[in-house]
């Protein structure tokens, strides 16, 4: 066997490296003769390949992340229509994700988005009872939520055994669809009455699906919608922002909770346990809103059932709390880890500022709700060329 080599031997054999510098061992700080590590700073020996500014990732499906990413959105005045109009019966047009792209990159999605924030602005650390302006306008559309309230106790459901879906629903919402231009005329002026063909779809959708007699965030967008177009059409005003809140959206809210429980609708699309709650998001961002820089009550206050019991009547957020609570069995934090984990927040001011971003990722940019939204001459698409190639 060959004796093993020391390093006497190895330094004779390789005289070329006697003739290299010293180096530093980073063990124990003595002398080597390893050659010492490349020049980082040097030009490398190749040219790394990299994605072109236009073709950048896609974004990330982690809906967190997208979350986190997300800018808080902006309030914005509403852009007014004014004649000649062309009203048209509202199509559906979004049918993939690049169509949910083009959409948000129009004026008329950042105007949309900038009237649901002003709404949560105009309610801004207020009760539900404080004071407001109502019109007119407002105190008929009002009305007009309580007959379809009435409507409800008209047509009792149906004698089934299925836990979601009672056929009544149907006739309850025939009934709505087939009075919905008479009650558009009631506070439209004369020379608006044309708009009734688009405002009526926005109007109907907003209370559920009759087909699969479901209903959700997707039918909840289309109420806002409706609202948005009032705003457009100049039916409603700046001034009557918090009304729309405290008092329309309110009695939208009550309207829903009694169609939910006594038709037993189905959730559509919910997230399960993943989600704020199985109908609704809009009241958690105008509920948040109303509970910035409160006092007393933080985003942690949910899990105080005294505070529930005695002040949900006056927060919409508080409201949508014992909703659940009462909806669903088991620990909170079990059925509805979301809602559990926000409120552990801060502050409300971040708990709205996130559900504005969560609602504008988890709801607008999502091809299943909004490839049901409609599209007319109020909220305009605005098509490119490479849209109207892509028809053909």
Known sequence: MEPPRDHHHQQEEEPSRLSQPHTTCPSCGGPTRFPPPPNISATPSYIPIRFPAVNLPNPPTNSKEAIIRTPVPQPQKVDPISPPYH???????????????????????????????????????????????????????????????????????????????????????????????????????????????????????????????????????????????????GIVKEEDYPALVARVFVKYMDLMRKLQLTYSLEPAG??????????????????????????HMKPKSIHNDDIL?????????????????????????????????????????????????MYKVEVLEKVPIMQHFLFGSIIKWYASSFYLFSLF
């Open 270 to 295: 919910s997230h399960g346990v993943w989600g704020l709650d199985d109908y609704h998001f809009l009241p958690f961002i105008f509920g948040s809103s109303q509970l910035i820089d409160h006092k």
């Open 309 to 357: 019991e005695n002040f949900a009547n006056e927060y919409l957020y508080l409201s949508c709390i014992v909703f659940v609570k009462k909806a669903k069995k088991g620990l909170f934090a079990e059925h509805s880890p979301l809602l559990d984990d926000i409120s552990g927040v801060p502050t409300w001011n971040k708990v709205n500022s996130g559900m504005l971003k």
């Open 87 to 233: 009203f048209t019966t509202p199509s559906k047009i979004i049918r993939s994700q690049d169509d949910i792209v083009w959409f948000h990159s129009s004026p008329i999605f950042h105007n949309f988005l900038g009237f649901v924030v002003s709404l949560s602005e105009s309610i801004k650390s207020h009760k539900l009872s404080d004071p407001c302006h109502v019109s007119s306008t407002i105190e008929v559309i009002i009305s007009i939520l309580q007959t379809l309230s009435d409507y409800v106790d008209e047509i009792p459901p149906a004698p089934q055994s299925s836990r979601y879906g009672n056929v009544a629903y149907r006739a309850w919402h025939e009934r709505i669809s087939s009075d919905a231009e008479s009650f558009m005329l009631t506070f439209l002026p004369p020379d608006l009455h044309g708009a009734t063909v688009e405002l009526v779809p926005y109007f109907t959708d907003s209370f559920g699906n009759s087909s699969r007699i479901d209903y959700g965030t997707g039918h909840e967008t289309n109420f806002a919608a409706w609202l948005y177009c009032l705003a457009r059409l």
